[in-house]
């Protein structure tokens, strides 16, 4: 509850009528079939860094398999997409692909963003959270923290997260609870997220448990995005409530979604990558789908423009047909 009213603290009357614009827009996008957009995004995906200390097997990053360049977001950078996006963003992820917390000045992009009153959060493995690692990430205003935990032995964990100790994991989430003590504060909201697998799925309970001893605000139970699954992948959860794919008659599965030709987040988000390209969204992870750089155009240009504009044409008409949609989970009855 505390941290949906951080989140409604930060409208202003342009932030809801930039609200209203985009959704207004995006009906008439879906039911009318209008490709154009009225308003900025009110949310925003910045990735801090491609790099990971991790290898996940569904993971591009982590597996090394980008064919766009490994680096990390530079501060002018994100202060040049902080200025051009406008005052109707109030929300922003700073994560993408890889590891938040590699990047060294991964604060100071959350500081740049506080100073518009914008909410934001990011997502980590949890490795480099150390005592004074902890204690900047409270300072800097952080609103949100999503701890990656996929497992609650070293065994069921690592069997996802290749290369990584769960014991740091814990260890990371103690020095941010102890922090938020010892400085007084309630941010950032704090959220165990697992990833439901075959080998995990049993320790849900438990999860629940650890939680609320180490004085974690939520626990957010996730469903594994896999690109082999026509056939079956061993990564599926037994348990069809975790899963973002069913199970067909003839044995093989598809997607539980039936996604039609419509996307809210074509409307009310965008995805920067660490060098200022922008894509449709957290699916296109090797940013396949450029629709303009803002090292090149503005960003009025770019979101009001011929390839933005074909881009949300083709989700409204043939969105079956985008390569990036084929796996996306938006629309599917899962508990994410």
């Known amino acids: 509850m505390k941290d949906t009213l951080n989140i409604i603290r930060k409208l202003t009357f342009k932030r809801v009528w930039n609200l209203f614009l985009l959704k207004g827009s995006y009906l008439l996008g879906r039911y009318l079939k209008l490709s154009k957009v009225a308003g900025a995004p009110y949310a925003l995906s910045i990735e801090p860094t491609t790099a990971c200390n991790l290898g996940c097997p569904e993971c591009p990053s982590g597996l090394k398999q980008f064919t766009r360049k490994t680096g990390r977001l530079q501060l002018d950078m994100n202060k040049k997409i902080l200025d051009e996006v406008g005052s109707g963003v109030f929300y922003i992820n700073y994560y993408f692909q890889g590891e938040p917390y590699l990047h060294p000045q991964f604060t100071s992009l959350i500081q740049e963003a506080k100073k518009r009153k914008i909410y934001t959060a990011t997502s980590t493995n949890a490795h480099f959270l150390s005592a004074k690692k902890a204690e900047e990430t409270v300072t800097s205003g952080l609103d949100r923290l999503i701890i990656s935990i996929d497992g609650l032995t070293q065994n069921t964990y690592e069997n996802y997260r290749i290369h990584g100790k769960l014991e740091k994991v814990i260890e990371g989430t103690r020095q941010i609870v102890a922090a938020k003590r010892r ?39 996730k469903s594994v995005q896999v690109y082999d699954y026509k056939n079956g992948n061993e990564l599926l959860p037994s348990d069809i409530r975790y899963s973002r794919y069913k199970r067909n008659r003839d044995g093989t599965y598809s997607l539980k979604a039936k996604t039609g030709n419509h996307c809210w987040r074509m409307w009310s988000s965008t995805v920067f990558t660490w060098d200022g390209i922008l894509v449709p969204c957290c699916f296109d992870k090797d940013a396949q789908h450029q629709l303009g750089d803002l090292k090149i155009h503005s960003f009025r240009k770019i979101w009001f423009g011929e390839k933005y504009t074909a881009m949300r044409k083709a989700i409204i008409t043939q969105r079956n047909q985008i390569d990036i949609c084929t796996n996306c989970s938006e629309g599917a009855k899962v508990w994410v």
Do not use: W, Y
């Not at 997220?193 to 609320?212: G, K, S, T």
């Open 183 to 221: 400085l007084k504060s309630t941010t950032p909201h704090l959220i165990f997220q697992f990833l439901v697998v075959r080998q995990n799925e049993h320790e849900i309970e438990e999860l629940h448990r650890l939680a609320n001893e180490l004085g974690v605000d939520e626990v957010r139970l």
